[in-house]
């Protein structure tokens, strides 16, 4: 019997948080400066956070956040729960920076070198299948496009039409909405993308995330809308979209926060059972989502992988849609697994980012109340077929467990 999830704000509409309206011709100049040090910015959702806070990048415009610069920036400025931000921060700066933080575009000069780092953090744009995943809502394929940070009007205008045939004051985007267009993206990526890869975590965890973001910190909150209202000005503003529907044009660089925009509320921080909440709500509706796996080589040839292959039998496929805890569960010890080995091509020394995100894991699965099952043969075999993982192309390089434990085993 499949569970139903029951997702209930405690939303106190009159203490909505409105955010000060902002000049934002100063944040360009500060966007732009020279000084950036070599870091490359193409924003993401969270560069509004970026730029709305000064402090969370402490005033030097080069987008080099620590972990508690996000855990304070993204509650400041879209009431994200620390339980969620505090994991996804320590997460970004293992894999993604210098364990210390990390950058929201390129690599950067900006990021002071750790001992042990082998080379320099690649930040963001350089996460793909560790933070960035294959089918993100208005980000291209990087083995598509060429890059994974770039918005694609094509994707953007798929997702506006949902709300055709409402006007202006009825259209809101919504977790319908949200849902219908991961389906979309999810079988897009399948039908043009042959090295389309679900990965371990950055789809199990990172993809519904990048979906449920848009409503639950986009959606402008009010007494009359408490869980928000995500308006088409609203999104162009947050993906730096202008023009008319069948010409949008994207201008790299202005997502902005818009005039009158209300944060969530601070007595409804979005947590981390909120968000499985929410994740497991998709899964029910759509299993595709939980399946790890990908194109072998060519397009429509996805591949989804049994779980309790890959775990040892610790885990099942129709656990996901029968247990609570079962899916959360199944990506966090799976990463905690494999940490050592996926961190072998980033650090010298792995013990002491493994121990940090050790836990920053526990702490999560203590937050999230899960009850969880220990993987106890973790079987790595079966990523060898997905080009999308073990190839290189488009500036990823697979690294770690890619390199080490898979070259020994195929």
């Given at each position: 019997m499949k569970l139903v999830y029951s997702c209930i704000a405690s939303v106190l509409a009159s203490g909505a948080v409105a955010f000060p309206?902002?000049?934002?011709?100063?944040?360009?100049?500060?966007?732009?400066?020279?000084?950036?040090?070599?870091?490359?910015?193409?924003?993401?959702?969270?560069?509004?956070?970026?730029?709305?806070?000064?402090?969370?990048?402490?005033?030097?415009?080069?987008?080099?956040?620590?972990?508690?610069?996000?855990?304070?920036?993204?509650?400041?400025?879209?009431?994200?729960?620390?339980?969620?931000?505090?994991?996804?921060?320590?997460?970004?700066?293992?894999?993604?920076?210098?364990?210390?933080?990390?950058?929201?575009?390129?690599?950067?000069?900006?990021?002071?070198?750790?001992?042990?780092?082998?080379?320099?953090?690649?930040?963001?744009?350089?996460?793909?299948?560790?933070?960035?995943?294959?089918?993100?809502?208005?980000?291209?394929?990087?083995?598509?496009?060429?890059?994974?940070?770039?918005?694609?009007?094509?994707?953007?205008?798929?997702?506006?039409?949902?709300?055709?045939?409402?006007?202006?004051?009825?259209?809101?985007y919504g977790l319908n909405d949200i849902e219908a267009f991961r389906v979309t993206r999810f079988q897009d990526s399948i039908d043009n993308n042959p090295y389309f890869f679900n990965a371990p975590f950055s789809g199990a965890i990172a993809s519904p995330a990048a979906y449920t973001f848009i409503y639950r910190f986009m959606a402008n909150k009010s007494e009359e809308h408490p869980e928000g209202r995500l308006d088409r000005n609203t999104l162009m503003h947050f993906y730096s979209m202008t023009g008319e529907s069948g010409n949008f044009q994207y201008t790299p660089g202005y997502e902005s926060i818009p005039d009158n925009w209300y944060k969530r509320n601070p007595d409804d921080d979005y947590t981390i059972p909120y968000f499985t909440c929410d994740a497991l709500n998709q899964i029910k509706d759509h299993p595709q989502f939980a399946s790890i796996g990908g194109n072998v080589g060519k397009t429509n040839s996805f591949v989804g992988l049994d779980p309790a292959d890959i775990t040892g039998g610790a885990y099942h496929a129709e656990d996901f849609t029968t247990s609570p805890d079962a899916f959360p569960c199944f990506a966090f010890q799976l990463l905690q697994e494999s940490a050592p080995d996926l961190l072998e091509g980033i650090l010298t020394d792995v013990t002491p980012a493994v121990n940090q995100l050790s836990d920053a894991i526990s702490s999560a699965i203590a937050a999230g109340g899960f009850d969880c099952p220990q993987i106890k043969n973790l079987q790595y075999g079966q990523f060898g077929q997905f080009p999308g993982y073990t190839q290189s192309y488009n500036g990823y390089q697979p690294n770690g467990v890619l390199g080490g434990l898979l070259g020994g085993i195929l």
């Open positions: 309206t902002l000049n934002w011709e100063n944040v360009r100049a500060r966007q732009t400066d020279g000084n950036q040090g070599g870091v490359d910015i193409p924003c993401t959702p969270v560069q509004p956070a970026f730029d709305a806070q000064a402090q969370y990048v402490s005033n030097t415009g080069k987008y080099v956040a620590s972990i508690t610069d996000l855990i304070q920036g993204t509650y400041d400025v879209f009431g994200m729960a620390q339980d969620l931000s505090g994991f996804l921060a320590v997460y970004g700066a293992i894999f993604d920076g210098n364990l210390q933080g990390y950058s929201i575009g390129g690599p950067s000069v900006n990021e002071p070198a750790l001992s042990g780092l082998l080379g320099t953090p690649q930040g963001l744009s350089g996460s793909h299948n560790k933070y960035e995943n294959d089918a993100s809502p208005i980000r291209g394929d990087l083995y598509l496009f060429g890059n994974d940070y770039e918005n694609q009007v094509s994707q953007f205008q798929q997702f506006y039409d949902l709300e055709n045939g409402k006007s202006d004051e009825d259209a809101n």
